[in-house]
Every structure is written in C-alpha cells, then in structure tokens.
C-alpha cells in the first residue's frame, strides 16, 4: 500500500463511516478496485480508530456527562450500554466469518442495495418527538440489533442506527447523537480485539507512515461527514443517499459482470 492509496482510503472511511452509506462496503471495493490485498483487515481497524476523534471532538459535553456519570445522563449511558450487547455477541460468535465477508465486492454491492432500501423508508417516518431517556428499556436493544447487521460490508451502520431510532420515536437529532455515541464502544471494542489479533499472530508488517497517513486522512473527513449527516438529518434528505448506493452498487455489479 502506498501514501496516495493510505490517503483515499482514510478519505473514503472518514465520510462513508458516518454518512449513511457503509463505509466498510466502500473499503472493501475500493480495495478490490485498487488491487489491495495486504493487511486489509488491521488497515481498517486503523481507519476506524481514526473516526472516533470527531465524535468525542462534536460530543465531547455528552461524553464528559458521562464519565462523570452525571444524574441527566446515567438512564441514557445505560442505554447505550444495552445497545451494543446484540452486536458484540454476533460480533464475537460470527467473527471468522463476517471477515470472509470483507473479500466479496459482489455481495456489498447487494447489501448497498438494502441500505439504499432502508434510506429511503426511513426518510418517509417523520420519528418521534422522544429523546433517549424516555424509551423504554427494551427499545435500545432493538437499536443494537439494527447495528449489529452492519458487520457485513454494503450495510451502514450509522443508517441503519438511526432508522431504528426513528422507528422507535426518537426525534431526529437524538437519534443522531445516540447513533454516534453507541457507535464509540462499538469501534473501539472491534479494534481492540481485531489489535489482539494482529499482536498473536505477528502480521504487523504496516508503515508508520501508511498508519499516519490513513489515520489522519478519516479523522479530518469524518469530522465534515458528521457535519453533513446532521444537516442532511434535519433537513430530511436521506433519500438522496438512498440514490448515491443504488448507483455505487449498479456500477459495481455491472463492473463484476462484464
């Protein structure tokens, strides 16, 4: 992998991590195209490690209230907490094979085509007027096992988060911000264990420049991507993106057919 390669594909991580549109599915052609093959899987952790900055840079009085356990925030900690159990015990059970995955370009195209089909569902529910606190406590557990189906590549994590959310009557922007803050121990969990595995096994043969290069590259784009989900959000116009996966999974399709 190259400086150039290290950059793009930092570039593609950071907007398509949290602009609905799967950023794992975007990896993963964009490295088939690109004819990458060594260190995929470290080489994505890497990236999305880099997307966490911008929600603690963006959330950090939401995350501080946190930590700090304050009284207003502890029902919705809990509830993140709750949230992410679905997709660490699919993550963990499933894991081999969720990675195999990651080496089909055909199947993320397909998988581009139901996030594009649940974009645009989504945008015709205007939600709710809830904010997380007043869900119920089986409610986060139903958001959890929406993200959970984001492990394969094609399915956007962020999309279908925010769908469920709406689903359940969340209001637009609590369903943002519990999308993202859900999504911090979700990344960090995955890249922790996916580190583990790298160290066990002695494969660690990237380039301090190549890790720079991408980490930075998703961190600045994902800020600006977090920026635009949350415009786009409050001026419900997801159905645009619904648009964008339809062609990416057209043009990837017709590209593996030919």
């Known amino acids: 992998m190259n400086s150039f390669q290290a950059i793009f594909l930092g570039l593609i991580q950071g907007l ?54 304050k009284k207003e925030k502890r029902k919705e900690t809990f509830y993140i907490l709750l949230a992410i159990i679905p997709t660490g015990i699919i993550g963990v059970l499933f894991e081999d094979f ?56 094609g399915i956007s994590r962020s999309g279908s988060t925010i769908a469920a959310s709406l689903f359940q009557g969340l209001n637009r922007e609590a369903a943002a911000r519990f999308s993202f803050l859900m999504s911090i121990p979700v990344i960090g969990g995955a890249g922790f264990l996916q580190f583990l595995n790298v160290i066990e096994s002695g494969t660690f043969n990237l380039e301090l420049k190549i890790i720079i290069l991408g980490f930075f590259s998703a961190v600045i784009s994902g800020y600006l991507a977090i920026k635009i989900l949350l415009k786009v959000l409050a001026e419900k116009k997801l159905n645009y993106f619904s648009y964008y996966c339809w062609l990416v999974a057209a043009v990837v399709i017709f590209i593996n057919l030919i």
């Not at 991590?17 to 990458?36: C, K, N, R, T």
């Not at 080489?43 to 911008?54: A, C, E, Q, S, W």
């Not at 990651?102 to 205007?126: C, P, Q, R, S």
């Open 98 to 153: 969720f990675e195999n995955l990651f080496a089909n370009a055909y199947l993320t195209a397909l998988m581009l085509i139901v996030t594009g089909l649940i974009l645009y569902i989504t945008e015709k529910i205007d939600g709710g007027e809830k904010e997380v606190e007043e869900l119920k406590f089986w409610q986060p557990i139903l958001v959890g096992l929406a993200q959970s189906f984001a492990i394969i590549p």
């Open 16 to 69: 398509t991590e949290f602009i609905p549109v799967s950023s794992s599915g975007h990896l993963v052609i964009a490295q088939s195209f690109l004819d990458i093959r060594e260190d995929q899987i470290l080489f994505n952790v890497i990236l999305h490690i880099g997307t966490l900055i911008p929600i603690f840079i963006i959330f950090w009085q939401d995350i501080k209230d946190m930590i700090l356990f």
